[in-house]
């Protein structure tokens, strides 16, 4: 499965983005899907979550109620809709794929399919 990532931008605090991850090779609902991050100077780190169907989500704690990751097979892509920004969510996201359930993602982040990543600046 080969992942490109798009959507990343300056936006200021408080304002919003949406990440797109378009999916080609294999039939994308085979995966679960996920998306995360990496500040400058940190690990990379799991942000949200999907399921193969769509039906179950899971997030880091600090991108609840902000952020949402939703899919579509039919069109073999997923998104994570971004609101509230804040500084602290500044980093080059990633869209990964993976036979796993997304349960396990924060757990063990390795996932099979990596997508190049996008940069979300958010800054005033």
């Known amino acids: 499965v080969q992942l490109q990532a798009y959507g990343g931008g300056l936006v200021q605090p408080g304002g919003y983005l949406r990440l797109s991850c378009s999916a080609s090779?294999?039939?994308?609902?085979?995966?679960?899907a996920g998306w995360f991050r990496q500040a400058p100077g940190k690990g990379r780190e799991f942000v949200a979550g999907?399921?193969?169907?769509?039906?179950?989500?899971y997030y880091r704690d600090s991108v609840k109620g902000r952020f949402t990751i939703s899919r579509d097979n039919a069109k073999s892509t997923v998104w994570l809709q971004m609101n509230s920004l804040e500084p602290e969510d500044t980093a080059v996201y990633y869209c990964?794929?993976?036979?796993?359930?997304?349960?396990?993602?924060?757990?063990?982040?390795?996932?099979?399919?990596w997508g190049k990543g996008t940069l979300v600046t958010v800054s005033s």
């Open positions: 990964a794929a993976d036979n796993r359930h997304p349960r396990f993602y924060s757990r063990d982040p390795r996932m099979h399919y």
């Open positions: 090779g294999r039939p994308f609902s085979f995966y679960g």
């Open positions: 999907i399921d193969r169907s769509g039906d179950a989500t």
